[in-house]
């Protein structure tokens, strides 16, 4: 796929929220909406970082993809990212 990275970080928190927030169990909220800045772990690469480094890409008019950090070189998406606690490292 080629995919059109969204870039401005404002644009990126809001979506990744908005995603998170639709069911997503394990995912951190708070009185202020869902807290983002914990590690997660990539179910297609392996690999760990945080919630805000994920990234954003636009699929279609008005829609969105939630990729790995790594992505176009990982296919992860959102649904392949575990929240990783800190009782697990």
């Known amino acids: 796929m080629d995919y059109k990275f969204i870039t401005d ?12 927030k639709n069911g997503r169990e394990g995912f ?7 807290t983002i800045y914990y590690t997660v772990k990539c179910l297609h690469c392996g690999r ?5 480094e994920l990234r954003v ?7 969105y ?3 790995c950090k790594y992505a176009p070189e990982c296919d992860g998406n959102i649904e392949d990212m575990i929240p990783i606690t800190e009782l697990a490292y």
């Open 9 to 20: 970080s404002n644009v990126v928190e809001r979506i990744v929220k908005r995603e998170l």
């Open 28 to 34: 951190v909220f708070d009185k202020y909406g869902i």
């Open 48 to 52: 760990y970082f945080t919630a805000n």
């Open 57 to 63: 890409a636009k699929d279609n008019p008005g829609e």
């Open 65 to 67: 993809a939630v990729l």
